[in-house]
């Protein structure tokens, strides 16, 4: 045992020093495209055997005779392991080889994705998912840690939602993919299972593509670090000696801020999976086609990327790097872009559904990638970064997420998907209270 945790250590920094200018610039060069295009290919991987469920969901019920309150108790199970194993693996990650760490956790998700076509019982079903959920856990930490240690901070709003883009390149392509996969079933070609099986596939030949690129930080390969060759110093510095625990005390668990951001992402969390895992099921009873909803649904993620990239651009261009502005202000119109979708949504008003659909995907990737990413790096130390967006994570997903299945499957199926939505638009409302306490914190460490 002692050998295999060593085996995923973080690596000891090279003997061998660059010091030649020209070799530096160029190694750092081709090594941060080279980490960058791994980490985003490979988390796109990760949402392709993490999200199939959701397109594929009308389906997959159907097949296995499951009701919407035992999709709700699936998602609900899934989403706790995943917030708890977000938290566990930030800590690790901190100290991890990120190369092996990501590696590993998609190896591990793409084998349990063959599980699923044999499984007919839902306590069987409950267990393999929040299994998947718990090594799917495994994705985001090591990605936390190698865009602040490859990335200088006034370009990581930038390049962090450019790489949280990925998510929804994932979403939107496990969304055409499933549409397809159910198309040549209805055809007569392929099982219901290949929902599963074909993203498995993919993500065994994909975890050994990050094996092979990834890098854990620049001193392993002879390079100095981000902030002193970029001449841009980090927001936060740690102060003294301090052991793992004392970092994770400090800057994690007592700092207020990481608190406020953490219970905004729990809101956040909810109206995410609350539109992209209902969606369908929403549509299906406003009379959508069954080929037609997994499409309108991959609007979402579609849009959800340019509206990533833009919060993270005008929060470096517009606001020097903070945050708190640009998620006020896309919280806002996410509001208006929910209620507008549970008006208009239905096949006598495709064209404003779609308007909504991927309003909603455009507005709440904003937040959902400043604010438990870039916002969370700024407000804490980069020895801690990964363990304070795993910490948001843990919140967003055992409470958030956990929420947005069992808890709305209750409302829809108690009232009705007015009250659904409703509960939506106010979580909105919600998480912009929580990200507004940290707007005098960001000036202050702006000003700093």
């Known amino acids: 045992m002692s ?14 020093k660059l010091t030649n200018k020209a070799e530096i ?8 495209i080279k980490v960058f295009f791994g980490m985003y290919l490979g988390y796109v991987v990760y949402y392709l055997t993490r999200k199939n469920l959701s397109p594929g969901i009308a389906l ?71 299994l998947n959920s718990g090594v799917q856990s495994m994705g985001f930490p090591p990605v936390a840690k190698g865009l602040v240690h490859w990335f200088s901070p ?61 890098c854990d930080r620049p001193s392993v390969v002879g390079l100095p670090p981000v902030e002193d060759f970029f001449n841009d110093p980090l927001p936060l510095k740690k102060e003294g000696e301090l052991s793992q625990w004392q970092t994770l005390v400090k800057y994690v668990f007592a700092n ?49 990327m340019p509206g990533g990239i833009m919060a993270g651009y005008l929060s470096d261009k517009l606001f020097q790097g903070r945050c708190t502005q640009i998620n006020i202000i896309y919280m806002l119109f996410l509001a208006l872009s929910i209620w507008g979708f549970y008006l208009f949504a239905g096949p006598d008003h495709m064209l404003l559904s779609s308007i909504c659909i991927a309003g909603i995907g455009f507005f709440v990737d904003g937040p959902q990638n400043l604010v438990g990413g870039v916002q969370m790096s700024r407000i804490t130390v980069r020895e801690a970064t990964s363990a304070a967006c795993g910490f948001a994570g843990f919140f967003s997903y055992a409470f958030g997420a ?43 460490v702006s000003k700093n």
């Not at 610039?25 to 941060?32: A, C, E, F, G, I």
């Not at 989403?79 to 080889?97: C, N, P, R, W």
């Not at 063959?114 to 499984?119: C, E, I, Q, R, S």
């Open 154 to 214: 006034s370009e990581r709003g930038t390049k962090w939602t450019l790489w949280s883009s990925s998510h929804t390149l994932g979403a939107f392509l496990v969304g055409q993919l499933v549409a397809l996969l159910i198309f040549l079933y209805h055809q007569g070609y392929i099982g219901w299972q290949s929902i599963f099986y074909v993203p498995g596939v993919i993500g065994l030949l994909s975890s050994f593509f990050l094996f092979k690129t990834l």
């Open 60 to 130: 997959f019920s159907h097949e296995l005779k499951v009701d919407v309150i035992e999709l709700g108790i699936i998602a609900s199970v899934g989403h706790v392991v995943y917030g708890i194993g977000k938290f566990l693996s930030g800590v690790l990650a901190d100290k991890a080889d990120m190369r092996k760490f990501m590696a590993l956790g998609l190896l591990l998700s793409s084998l349990v994705n063959f599980f699923y076509g044999y499984l007919v019982s839902i306590w069987a079903l409950v267990f393999f998912w929040g």
């Open 3 to 16: 050998k295999l945790i060593d085996y995923f250590k973080e690596p000891p920094e090279s003997a061998h």
């Open 25 to 32: 610039v160029k190694t750092y060069r081709l090594m941060r």
């Open 256 to 304: 207020k801020f990481v608190w406020y951001l953490s219970f905004a992402y729990i809101f956040i969390y909810l109206i995410r999976f609350g539109t992209l895992d209902w969606a369908v099921l929403f549509m299906d009873e406003r009379g959508v086609g069954k080929v037609q909803n997994p499409l309108l649904w991959s609007l979402m993620p579609l849009f959800g």
């Open 402 to 444: 956990t929420s947005s299945g069992i808890v709305l499957a209750w409302i829809t199926q108690t009232y009705s998907w007015r009250e659904t939505y409703m509960v939506l638009v106010a979580s909105c409302f919600i998480a912009i209270f929580f990200i507004a306490l940290t707007w005098k914190q960001e000036f202050l």
